[in-house]
């Protein structure tokens, strides 16, 4: 099966909706306890354009076009999507912002994009409001009421260029992603890389054959991320096939809108599987349609018990914003008592090499460097990071790019996920950098030194751990721990407050005065850090929730 062909999103979507116009594009499940929508609602092909033409027309009528970047504080919201077709269609660029974060993180991405306008939902609006008043930049605000329309816009201070047709190479999104240096990247990405990419997942085949409009795929995953605002979106709309978008997951909706919708596939997180395994068995555990489940993360103890149980089989993926064309363990053997992700396939060569780039030994562990060739190795990949271009060739040196991620290669080519490299923690599938999270302590009086590392937790993947060493040499209290995570919790989203704070005396440093972070601890060599044993630490997890 070959997805349809198109040069951009706009002209890709419109084939799909000449030949699929009736069928659903994307479902949104009940759910009384949000903000919109809350009988759900499934939209078909013919309905996804005729609001995304409305958006053109007040877009177009407003001012906006090639060369504007539009940030979408909408959450999963199904204006989400239209604004993205829509932003394609006038050649403008679409900038999912993430509506856990608060007033200076917003304020950030709106100055760091160059925004010109910011479109928030109505639920959204007083933190649009604080965002936009400490950017100090240009963008205007828009707040529809309805929860799938934009029929009008104010208009832009700027005007774009002269309009033209978009071109392949054209910016159709910008991504932010957490670095390992602290502020989050805007990754740049092209009408190109975002068709190969749907391309790639609608023909991966195997475990996860896509049949064309035929598939109706639950993801719950937020759309302001590449997995279900680029990924899923658009391998299913090549395909003429069906987004389930809920607004987040939920353990306890999870089997209820999968029944609902008649769900045949679906998107998983590591912390996912758990929270479903943690429910007594049922009669019911195999009443659905799931033929495949797509992810990242399951415990390997986990998966055989998983699939027994549910009778359909969990396909592990790789895959990372700047580098999403992606590698699955979809053909038997799977390896599910592994970490496997897949094989390399036409089009993305992968060597695992040393510190020095040098490759390492078959089956040693080394850093997963990529690319689509020799001839073209940055072809299928993002264009860079916004107006970070020294980043950029960073990451591409030598001709391959460096994901920072630790893998081993076995002798039949397998590719199994051993840890990351880069100062990055992963909790509950957001990637929080650890040098953000240090730099707001950093801003504290009382904080002589912060380093902030991953900590494993058994409902998460990972928490947010923060060793701090004070500027008073008095005994640490549990109101200086308080007043700490209070510091980081104002002011960065939620998720990224340390939910353990650990005070020490020192850290252990190189002579270049590097903290040295797998010796925060002395622990065994196979030992496993647990910080709920760990006589003088503050456990925060409880209070990290949405405001």
């Known amino acids: 099966m070959i997805p349809i062909q198109a040069h951009t999103l706009a002209s890709a979507f419109a084939a799909s909706a000449r030949a699929y116009a009736g069928h659903p594009f994307i479902i949104v499940p009940s759910n009384p306890d949000r903000a919109y929508l809350l009988q759900g609602r499934d939209y078909t092909y013919a309905d996804i354009a005729a609001r995304a033409a409305e958006c053109v027309a007040a877009l177009s009528s407003a001012g906006y076009g090639p060369g504007h970047r539009i940030v979408c504080l909408l959450g999963n919201r199904p204006l989400q999507v239209i604004l993205k077709l829509a932003c394609a269609e006038i050649g403008a660029s679409w900038v999912p912002a993430n509506s856990d974060y608060r007033p200076a993180e917003l304020a950030y991405l709106v ?100 049949e064309p409009g035929a598939e109706r795929v639950y ?82 103890t986990l998966h055989a018990a998983f699939e027994a149980r549910f009778g359909f089989p969990l396909v592990e993926i790789w895959g990372m914003t700047e580098m999403c064309r992606l590698l699955a363990a979809s053909e038997k053997p799977r390896r599910i008592d592994t970490r496997a992700f897949g094989r390399p396939v036409p089009g993305i060569e992968v060597r695992i090499v040393d510190e020095q780039d040098r490759p ?113 040499p008095e005994a640490p209290k549990p109101e200086t721990a308080d007043a700490l995570f209070e510091h980081c919790f104002q002011d960065l989203a939620y998720f990224k407050a340390p939910g353990w704070i650990v005070f020490r005396e020192s850290l252990p440093v190189t002579g270049t005065q590097k903290v040295l972070k797998h010796k925060l601890f002395d622990l065994a060599p196979d030992a496993v850090l647990d910080p709920a044993a760990l006589p003088d630490a503050f456990d925060f997890r409880d209070r990290k929730k949405r405001g």
């Open 360 to 472: 390492v030994a078959p089956g040693a562990a080394g850093e997963m460097v990529l690319r689509h060739s020799a001839e073209t190795p940055r072809k299928g990949a993002y264009s860079g990071y916004l107006n970070l271009p020294e980043e950029t060739e960073r990451a591409w040196r030598g001709g391959w790019f460096h994901t920072g991620d630790t893998v081993r290669q076995d002798a039949d080519g397998m590719l199994i996920f051993v840890d990351r490299k880069k100062n990055i923690i992963r909790r509950s599938g957001e990637n929080i950098a650890a040098a953000e999270v240090e730099a707001r302590l950093a801003d504290h009086p009382a904080v002589a030194q912060a380093a902030v590392i991953a900590a494993p937790d058994p409902a998460r993947e990972e928490e947010v751990m923060a060793c701090i060493v004070l500027k008073s």
């Open 219 to 300: 993801n719950p995953l937020p759309l302001f991320h590449i997995n279900a605002g680029v990924v899923s979106l658009l391998g299913l709309m090549l395909t003429g096939n069906c987004q389930i978008a809920p607004d987040r997951f939920s353990a306890g909706r999870w089997w209820a809108d999968i029944r609902a919708s008649a769900a045949t596939g679906c998107h998983y997180l590591g912390v996912i599987v758990p929270a479903l395994m943690a429910a007594p068995p049922s009669p019911d555990d195999r009443t659905h349609r799931l033929r495949f489940g797509m992810g990242a993360g399951v415990e390997p």
């Open 111 to 210: 100055s760091d994009s160059g925004a010109a306008l910011l479109v928030a939902a109505p639920d959204h609006a007083a933190l649009a409001r604080d965002a936009l008043e400490l950017s100090g930049g240009d963008a205007v605000l828009a707040t529809p009421e309805e929860s799938d329309r934009l029929t009008s816009a104010p208009r832009p201070k700027h005007p774009p260029p002269r309009a033209r047709p978009p071109t392949p190479e054209d910016e159709a999104s910008l991504l932010y992603t957490s670095g390992t240096t602290g502020r989050p990247k805007g990754c740049i990405l092209s009408h190109e890389y975002e068709l190969m990419v749907g391309a790639r997942y609608a023909t991966i085949g195997g475990a996860m054959r896509l």
